[in-house]
């Protein structure tokens, strides 16, 4: 079955750039989607099909994807982006990684 | 508004059979896919089941095949499992997420429920 992985934690300071990773065999053939989770409460979607934004996402949330590896970027993190982050593919059935806990400094 | 309610979470003994309800408005239900996804206390998302847009398509994750059934009720705007032989593996909140619309090649989950816990335990 098809794998995504992500890195357990990232940390940033308010203000910086924060990029969680997401691999996969060939991820870049995928369309990618990004969830954001706040603790006690449901995922919200972030980014979808790799790159595009669902309305109300704030333009500082943009997306990525080739080869091996699709990037979620944070531009001027707020303390308010504190949250765990999935990405998301179909490959016969929904994968999802294992998520990423983004700490703001 | 766009919405999605889950219901019909609780206690059950391993083995035992609970069935949950996911009931959508604000949109038209019957154009768009429909899925569960689960997440266990302190661990991340794990996809469960899919059904399309008019019922005909309907898949798995293999930890469930055989013991969950999806279905939905597109008259009702109403989406289910049943889960039989329930285990304490299965211990999770449980959410239903709409997926794509008859005209959209995306299968992003755009909108989610609030979620419902299903506790396995004797």
């Known amino acids: 079955s098809y794998v995504l992985t992500q890195p357990p934690s990232v940390s940033v300071a308010p203000g910086q750039t924060a990029r969680i990773t997401c691999g996969g065999n060939?991820?870049?053939?995928?369309?990618v989607h990004w969830y954001q989770q706040k603790p006690g409460q449901a995922p919200v979607l972030v980014v979808y099909?790799?790159?595009d934004r669902p309305s109300g996402i704030p333009e500082r949330f943009s997306g990525s994807n080739s080869g091996n590896t699709a990037t979620l970027t944070i531009s001027r993190v707020e303390a308010g982006d504190e949250a765990d982050y999935y990405c998301?593919?179909?490959?016969?059935?929904?994968?999802f990684g294992g998520g990423t806990k983004l700490t703001v400094l | 508004e766009v919405q999605l309610v889950e219901s019909g979470g609780g206690l059950v003994q391993p083995g035992g059979s609970l069935r949950l309800s996911c009931a959508a408005s604000g949109f038209t239900f019957s154009s768009y896919e429909m899925n569960w996804v689960r997440q266990a206390p302190g661990k991340g998302l794990e996809w469960v089941s899919y059904i399309s847009s008019s019922g005909s398509t309907i898949y798995y994750a293999d930890s469930v095949k055989g013991r969950f059934t999806i279905s939905r009720d597109n008259a009702k705007n109403s989406l289910y499992l049943q889960m039989n032989s329930l285990r304490a593996e299965d211990t999770a909140v449980y959410y239903c997420a709409r997926g794509g619309d008859l005209y959209s090649s995306s299968h992003a989950f755009d909108i989610w429920g609030q979620g419902t816990m299903v506790t396995v335990s004797s």
């Open positions: 998301q593919v179909w490959d016969s059935s929904v994968v």
């Open positions: 099909d790799d790159s």
């Open positions: 060939n991820i870049g053939s995928k369309s």
